[in-house]
Structures are given as structure tokens and as C-alpha cells.
């Protein structure tokens, strides 16, 4: 079978959302990490400082949550970002839980990205033109928020 000829493969190929999410975040990371470079900082670095700093959900476990990631992953990714001095770990309100915060190192590299940051958010922004930025930022909401 010719897989252009195959329905199921055109139909996938046309229709699917998480092919087309996954070709947009490759696309997207790209960019903003090449915009980072100057900072050292990568995005994902970048976005997860700026959640800790911001004073999201105090443990580790309730940051996974609200980053949408797994508690494996987020604590691999502090764990390199304990080794590079961004941020200190330590033990929470209750005796198990551990909380993540921004060291003055950490602070400093943020603020030397955010206007890395800015630019490349702009250039986004100027692309997709107002509405289809806001309509962007509500079905991306959206789809992050809903749970299935």
C-alpha cells in the first residue's frame, strides 16, 4: 500500500492535533532558544524559573501539577538547574514535600533573558497580528487546561 494513497495515513497526516502541536512546539522551542542563547538559558530553563519566581504552587509535587509536567521530569530538570546555582531546594512545610526557589544567580539570569525573551515574543505577536495572538493564547489555555 502506497502510504499517500492510504486513507488512514492522509487523514492523520491532514487532520491530526497533536502532530500539528508537536510540529508547532518544535518549531516555536526552536525559536526561543535560539533567541536565549546570548543568557545561556534555554526555554524550558527560562520558563521554569520564571514559574518558580513568580511564587507558583509551593512543593515540587504542586509545581509539577501546575506545569503540567510529570514529578520525574520537573525534579531532573531543578536538579540541573541546582547544579548551574539558579535555584536551592529545600525541605517544605510538611516533612516530606521540597520547595524550589530562585537563587540571586538565578534572578540575574532572568533578568538578563526576559529581553530575549520580549523580542521574540514580539516578533510572534507582530506574525500572528492581535486577534490571532489572543485567539492563540485562549485555545492554547485551553487545551493545557482541560482535562479529558
Same mark, same amino acid.
Given at each position: 500500500?502506497?502510504?499517500?494513497?492510504?486513507?488512514?495515513?492522509?487523514?492523520?497526516?491532514? =487532520?491530526?492535533?497533536?502532530?500539528?502541536?508537536?510540529?508547532?512546539?518544535?518549531?516555536?522551542?526552536?525559536?526561543? =532558544?535560539?533567541?536565549?542563547?546570548?543568557?545561556?538559558?534555554?526555554?524550558?530553563?527560562?520558563?521554569?524559573?520564571?514559574?518558580?519566581?513568580?511564587?507558583?504552587?509551593?512543593?515540587?509535587?504542586?509545581?509539577? =501539577?501546575?506545569?503540567?509536567?510529570?514529578?520525574?521530569?520537573?525534579?531532573?530538570?531543578?536538579?540541573?538547574?541546582?547544579?548551574?546555582?539558579?535555584?536551592?531546594?529545600?525541605?517544605?512545610?510538611?516533612?516530606?514535600?521540597?520547595?524550589?526557589?530562585?537563587?540571586?544567580?538565578?534572578?540575574?539570569?532572568?533578568?538578563?533573558?526576559?529581553?530575549?525573551?520580549?523580542?521574540?515574543?514580539?516578533?510572534?505577536?507582530?506574525?500572528?497580528? =492581535?486577534?490571532?495572538?489572543?485567539?492563540?493564547?485562549?485555545?492554547?489555555?485551553?487545551?493545557?487546561?482541560?482535562?479529558?
Amino acid at each position: 500500500m502506497n502510504i499517500s494513497t492510504a486513507p488512514i495515513y492522509s487523514v492523520v497526516a491532514r =487532520d491530526c492535533l497533536c502532530r500539528k502541536a508537536r510540529m508547532a512546539d518544535r518549531t516555536i522551542v526552536r525559536a526561543y =532558544d535560539e533567541a536565549l542563547r546570548p543568557s545561556g538559558l534555554r526555554i524550558t530553563q527560562f520558563t521554569l524559573l520564571v514559574a518558580i519566581g513568580y511564587g507558583a504552587p509551593g512543593s515540587i509535587s504542586e509545581l509539577a =501539577d501546575w506545569l503540567a509536567m510529570e514529578r520525574t521530569t520537573l525534579t531532573r530538570n531543578l536538579k540541573l538547574l541546582e547544579k548551574e546555582e539558579l535555584v536551592t531546594t529545600r525541605a517544605g512545610v510538611h516533612h516530606r514535600s521540597r520547595v524550589a526557589e530562585l537563587t540571586e544567580y538565578g534572578r540575574a539570569k532572568l533578568e538578563q533573558a526576559y529581553p530575549l525573551w520580549q523580542a521574540v515574543q514580539s516578533e510572534y505577536q507582530a506574525r500572528l497580528g =492581535d486577534e490571532d495572538w489572543r485567539q492563540s493564547h485562549i485555545t492554547l489555555t485551553r487545551l493545557a487546561t482541560d482535562k479529558h
